[in-house]
C-alpha cells in the first residue's frame, strides 16, 4: 500500500540522516580533535565516534565496507589530527636533515659527522624546487615542500614527497608516513560515507 512505501521511504531518511550526523561529527573530530586532547601529541581516540558511524549505517553495506577497510589502529587507538601530523613531522623534519647523506646501505661514524655538518650549511626554502618530477628532489627539498604542504593543510601532496624518501631519512620519516597514511584513509572512508548518506537522504525527500 502507498502509506506503506510513503512510511518505509520516511524511515530510509532518517536512518540517513542519523548516519550523516554521526559522519560529520567524525569528521570533525579528526579534523580537531576533542578540546581535552588539544595541544598534547598523541592520536585522538575515535572508537566511539566511529561505532556511532557503524550503528548508524548498520543496515548498509557500503558502510561496511568502506569502515572494513580502515586500520585496526584507528578503532583501537585513534589517529593524529592534522596539527599533531604537523608538529610531528617538524621533530622528524629536523633529524632527517641531519642524516641526508646515509643510504640505505647505512654509513660510517665520519659520514653521520659530514651528514650533520651538512644539515647546518643547507639553507630551509620556502620553495624548494620548480620541477614536476619529484624524484629528481634532494632530501632537503623533499623535506621543506612537506613542510609547506603541511602549513596549508595538505596532508595528501606532504605523503606524496615524504614517500620519494630513501635511506635513512626514510627511516626516520617512516612512523610518520604510517600515522598520515592512517589518518588520510579514515578521512577518505568517512567522506565517502558522508556523500552516501547525503545522497540516500535526498533520494528519501518526497
Not at 575515535?46 to 568502506?66: K, N, P, Q, W
Not at 624518501?165 to 560515507?193: D, F, H, K, M
Amino acid at each position: 500500500m502507498w502509506f506503506l512505501g510513503r512510511a518505509e521511504r520516511q524511515r530510509s531518511g532518517q536512518l540517513a540522516r542519523e548516519l550523516w550526523a554521526a559522519c560529520r561529527t567524525l569528521l570533525s573530530v579528526i579534523r580537531d580533535g576533542p578540546s581535552v586532547n588539544a595541544g598534547k601529541d598523541e592520536p585522538t581516540p575515535i572508537y566511539a565516534e566511529l561505532s556511532a558511524v557503524r550503528d548508524a549505517g548498520r543496515e548498509y553495506t557500503t558502510v561496511h565496507i568502506a569502515l572494513s577497510t580502515l586500520s585496526s589502529q584507528a578503532f583501537n587507538r585513534g589517529v593524529y589530527t592534522p596539527d599533531a601530523l604537523r608538529h610531528r613531522f617538524d621533530r622528524v623534519r629536523r633529524v632527517a636533515r641531519r642524516v641526508a647523506m646515509i643510504d640505505e646501505s647505512g654509513g660510517t661514524l665520519s659520514r653521520y659527522i659530514l651528514s650533520y655538518i651538512q644539515s647546518i650549511f643547507v639553507l630551509r626554502s620556502s620553495v624548494a624546487c620548480d620541477t614536476d618530477d619529484v624524484s629528481e628532489l634532494s632530501v632537503f627539498a623533499l623535506l621543506d615542500n612537506a613542510a609547506n604542504c603541511l602549513n596549508y593543510g595538505d596532508i595528501e601532496q606532504a605523503v606524496r614527497y615524504v614517500n620519494q624518501l630513501r635511506g635513512e631519512p626514510r627511516r626516520v620519516a617512516s612512523e610518520w608516513l604510517n600515522e598520515a597514511r592512517i589518518l588520510l584513509e579514515t578521512r577518505q572512508a568517512a567522506e565517502l560515507i558522508l556523500a552516501f548518506a547525503s545522497a540516500n537522504g535526498l533520494g528519501s525527500l518526497d
